[in-house]
Each structure stands twice: as C-alpha cells, then as structure tokens.
C-alpha cells in the first residue's frame, strides 16, 4: 500500500486502523482515489479529534490534517496550495497559523511552497521522519506501546488536552482534575494500580 494517509483510531475496541485519501477535483473521501500528480492528497476529512491518535503519511498531503502522533516518510510533502487555484485555506489559517510562527505559516499559504518532511519535523510538526520502507515498521512499533497502555487512559488524555488548551491556567488545572477523578472510579485505573503492585503486566477490560 503506497502513497496514502493511515490513521489509527481509538474506539471502544482499543485502536482501528484505518486508510484515507482525498481526490482533489471531486473534494470527497474515497479510498480509492488518486490525486491528478498520481500522489495521495489528504484534504477535508474531518473526524473527532479526540479519536485520532496516530497516523502516517507517504506522499502529498494537503495540510496537518490530524491531531495525534505523526510519522512521516522523508518523502512526504504538506501543501497549502489554494492561493494558486484562486482560493484561501481553511485548514493553514485555522490550524497551521496556530501550530507554527504566523510568519513562517503566511509563507506557505502565501507562496504555496510544499513542506519537505524534515521541514516540518523542524517545526514540530511531525514527531517522526523515517525511510519510505520503515514507515509501517516504525508505526507499527508506536501503535504496539500505545495497545499495552490503557485505552481509557490515552481517551481521557486526549479529552484532558483537548478541552482545556484554551482555558487560563488554573482552569485548564481544575479541568484536567475533573478529567483525572472521572477515570479514578474505573475498573481499569484499579487494575493498573493493582497490577503495579503485583508486578505484572495489567489487562485491560477498558472500562
């Protein structure tokens, strides 16, 4: 499988693989489409941010398109193309321009220049940057020490970050606090702390 988008999604089973790709001049979701370049274009696919939690790329994307762990091949791109075409971003101005210098994300809305890989693990924006034959190798690793993890734990995490980055500092405390207490009372918060005890490996009833 070359040239796409795969995301893992946490759900009430633990993790869902899944594949996403984009066709520019249709502007829908298919899994089978392909951009005119012959690359994966990854554009307006919105899921909940809070389910995502990892993905990969090989090939072209059109902008950060997931929250999560990001694992890029060295051969992957990021474009915010739109002042070519006539058109303004949606995802650079409310995303991009958030994650990175406003400066340097107007240059590439304004130029609409790719990002190189190693550009945007420079930046922070990807938290991996290997061989296009790693890439499965290396996700697959990731993914495997986030299944040995509580899945309520990595979902309340999420929800925890997610829901008070824009909230004064104490706040965000007293969220993140109400968050923790919430998980305290499940089955699986005890069975960690018992299993740390015990010294053995936990088994997860996620809930």
Same mark, same amino acid.
């Given at each position: 499988m070359t040239k796409l988008t795969k995301q893992f999604e946490l759900n009430d089973v633990g993790l869902r693989k899944i594949c996403i790709k984009h066709q520019l001049r249709q502007c829908a979701p298919s899994c089978q489409s392909e951009s005119p370049r012959g690359d994966s274009v990854l554009g307006r696919y919105v899921l &909940?941010?809070?389910? %995502? /939690? =990892?993905?990969?790329?090989? $090939?072209? =994307?059109? $902008?950060? =398109?997931?929250? $999560? %762990?990001? %694992?890029?091949? *060295? /051969?992957?791109?990021w474009g915010w193309p739109h002042a070519k075409i006539g058109l303004c971003s949606i995802g650079g101005p409310s995303t991009l321009a958030r994650m990175i210098p406003v400066n340097l994300a107007l240059e590439f809305m304004f130029t609409g220049d790719f990002m190189p890989a190693a550009r945007a693990l420079q930046l922070g924006l990807a938290n991996h940057v290997v061989p &296009?034959? &790693?890439? *499965?190798?290396v996700t697959d690793e990731i993914v495997a020490k986030l299944l040995a993890n509580a899945p309520l734990s990595i979902a309340a995490t999420k929800k925890s970050v997610f829901t008070t980055q824009h909230l004064p500092y104490g706040e965000a405390v007293a969220k993140a606090h109400e968050i923790l207490d919430e998980l305290m009372i499940s089955s699986d918060a005890m069975e960690g702390m018992r299993a740390f005890v015990e010294k053995r490996r936990p088994v997860w009833e996620r809930k």
């Open positions: &909940d941010a809070l389910k %995502i /939690t =990892a993905w990969w790329q090989r $090939g072209f =994307a059109l $902008g950060v =398109a997931a929250h $999560g %762990i990001r %694992i890029l091949s *060295e /051969t992957s791109r &296009d034959a &790693d890439l *499965e190798r």
